[in-house]
């Protein structure tokens, strides 16, 4: 989640994903023909977890991003909560809140009965309001086999209702939108209940959890002493790799360069929030969030980066730390 990661780890998260974007959907030359990756009318940012605060929305808006998606928790009580965007004054950045309530419908979708998605929809029809749904895209094939085919379908009924789908850019810049001068940190999974209690992360961050408090130790402990003996990204010959696939890396006659690469792309697959998710056992739709086999693979992230650490006469305490607190960790799990 990047609202708990420093500014430079954000940056090239964001980077990184644009870098994904452009390698498979861009193209793999510059202008020149030079190895490049390049990919245009990138405008909007769908963060991960949709947690959102300040800070990330300053570092999108400096990066040229014109909104990011978010829950409607992030707004303050000021705000007119029948839009769907909104503006941050002194960003300009805009802030487009989803539907929740359909979105979550639509998400944990197994059949394709739509009927109680459409009823909700239909009744806003009435006062010709807009109304953004959004959810993950591995909905559409992964979690739902059929989903790509409810997805057609859905469209499909819609049209024949004369209810009009647009992205979320081309609404963003059909109209001036209202501003807010506040914005609250948020998380999809956060109910109106839960913020106000404080509770903003109840399925990554829970203070009675005390494995999950030690997988944010160990994130903590890690991003505190990541450091790179070169740059990875003045590597020659590797600007339009996939270079989240470390076989690519392996003719690297370079030492410190290659060790760099696999600890940075380590270092960003760690980051990911599964391993706090799938260690909350919580239960979510008669579904209950506890997969260890999931974090033992993301473990092997951590161990890889403490190995080439201790390799290149890192710090001993740290690298003796980061060992306990994987050890640790890996035992609780049942």
Known sequence: MLTKIPENLVEE??????????YYFGTKHGFEGEPSIMVKNIQGFFPPEMAVNYELAKILSDLGYKWFMAEDTCLPPSADNNKSIYTL???GINVVCRDSLLSNMLS?????NLND???IIYSKKIDNSSLVLSLDGEYFGHHYPDGIYLLDYFLGLLEGAGIFVSSVSDMVDERNHPPISEFRESSWGASKDDWSRGDIYPFWYDIN???QLDMWKLQYLLISHIKYSST???VSDMQNIPIWNISYNKDNNDELINNDIIKYINMHKFLNSDKFWWLSKKSLMGKNLYNPEIVREVMKYADIICTIDEDTSADAKYTKDVKVLIGEIIKELK
Request: net charge negative; proline share 0%; charged share 25%.
């Open 13 to 22: 998260q964001i980077i990184l994903n644009e870098y994904g974007l452009g």
């Open 89 to 91: 004054k002194d960003l």
């Open 209 to 211: 959890n005390s494995i």
């Open 117 to 119: 998605i459409l009823s």
């Open 108 to 112: 944990f979708k197994r059949e394709t």
């Open 232 to 234: 990875v990204d003045n």
